[in-house]
C-alpha cells in the first residue's frame, strides 16, 4: 500500500514546541470544543547579575490535546503568541480507544519534526 | 465594478443601503423588505450559484442575514446581506429562486429563530421541536458549560493553579455556575 501524498498545508495534527510555551492558557482559553488540558505552576528564580530581584517564571506540567474532540479548526494554533504550537501534515495515528487519541506533551513535541518549514508551506 | 451588484442596484434602488467593498467579496446590503428581490436581481444577472446562507446575532440590533451568490464560473462572487429586528426577525423565502437554499432556511430558522415566509418545511433539522430555543442565538447560555469543568479555568498564577477571579467560559453568562 502506498501512502497517500497529502500537502504540505494539511492540518493532520498539531505539534507542541515545549520551550515556547509560557503557559498563558490562550489556546485552552480560545479552544471551541475544550480539548486542550494545560497544566502549570509557577517558581520564583534567584536574583543574579542579569536580574536585580527575584522573578516568578510559569513552568509547564501537562500539555494535551484531545484529538477525539479536537475539531482542526487551528485557532490555538493562530492564538499562540510565541509561535508553540505548528500544523503537520502526519495524519496517522488511528487509535483503538478513544484515550489513545489524547497526545500528551511528549507526543506532541514528536509531531514537531514532522511539521513543514516556512518554505515548504509556502513551496 | 460587479455585474452582479450593479443589477442589484439597478433593481433594487434605494433599498440598496450600503455596498461594502471589504478585503473579499463585496457586500451589498439590502432592506429586509427587498431581500427576495435582491436575490432574484442578482441571479437574473448571472449569480445563479447559491453557496451558502447563515445570519449573526448583532443582540439590540438584531440578526444579520448572509447569502453567499456567485456565477457558476466564479467570476463574480456577492454577499447580499440584511438586518431583521430581534422582535420581528423575517425575510421572504428565496426557496423559489433557488431550490437548494431550503436547507439553510431551515437550518437559520432553527439556529437563530428567524422566519422565512413563504417556505413550508422549516422543521428543525438537529434539535428537538420541543427544544423551544434558537441555539445560535447569543442569548442561549450553553448549560453543559456551566456543569462541566473548563480546561481554560486554570492559571498557573493563580492560587492552587485556578486563577484568582473565577474565569468563566464563552457562553456562560456572570452569575452562573458560582456554587461550584
Known amino acids: ?123 | 465594478m460587479s455585474p452582479v451588484v450593479d443589477a442589484v442596484q439597478a433593481a433594487l434602488g434605494d433599498a440598496v443601503l450600503a455596498v461594502v467593498p471589504g478585503f473579499g467579496p463585496v457586500t451589498v446590503d439590502v432592506d429586509p423588505a427587498s431581500w427576495a428581490a435582491a436575490v432574484a436581481a442578482a441571479a437574473g444577472a448571472g449569480a445563479t450559484y447559491a453557496d451558502y446562507l447563515t445570519a449573526y446575532d448583532e443582540l439590540e440590533l438584531g440578526f444579520a442575514l448572509v447569502l453567499h451568490v456567485t456565477t457558476p464560473d466564479a467570476s463574480d462572487h456577492v454577499l447580499l446581506r440584511t438586518r431583521v429586528p430581534r422582535d420581528r426577525p423575517q425575510v421572504e423565502s428565496v426557496v423559489g429562486i433557488h431550490r437548494g437554499l431550503a436547507w439553510h432556511e431551515r437550518a437559520t430558522h432553527e439556529m437563530f429563530g428567524i422566519g422565512f415566509v413563504g417556505n413550508d418545511d422549516l422543521s428543525p433539522l438537529r434539535t428537538q421541536p420541543s427544544l423551544g430555543a434558537h441555539p445560535l442565538r447569543k442569548d442561549f447560555v450553553l448549560a453543559a458549560r456551566v456543569a462541566r469543568p473548563w480546561p481554560g479555568e486554570k492559571d498557573p498564577a493563580g492560587d492552587n493553579g485556578r486563577a484568582r477571579r473565577r474565569v468563566l467560559p464563552p457562553g456562560v453568562p456572570e452569575g452562573w455556575g458560582d456554587q461550584a
Do not use: K
Request: glycine residues 4%.
Open chain 1, 1 to 123: 500500500m502506498t501512502e497517500p501524498a497529502v500537502p504540505a498545508r494539511s492540518r493532520g495534527v498539531i505539534s507542541l514546541v515545549e520551550e515556547n510555551c509560557t503557559v498563558c492558557m490562550l489556546c485552552a482559553r480560545e479552544c471551541p470544543d475544550w480539548c486542550i488540558h494545560i497544566e502549570g505552576h509557577t517558581e520564583t528564580l534567584p536574583a543574579d547579575e542579569e536580574h536585580r530581584r527575584p522573578r516568578t517564571e510559569n513552568v509547564l506540567d501537562r500539555f494535551a490535546i484531545d484529538f477525539s474532540l479536537c475539531l482542526y479548526c487551528g485557532i490555538c494554533i493562530e492564538v499562540c503568541p510565541f509561535d508553540a504550537l505548528h500544523w503537520s501534515p502526519e495524519h496517522e495515528y488511528a487509535g483503538a480507544t478513544l484515550a489513545e487519541l489524547t497526545h500528551e506533551r511528549d507526543r506532541l513535541a514528536g509531531w514537531e519534526a514532522t511539521a513543514p518549514t516556512t518554505a515548504q508551506r509556502d513551496a
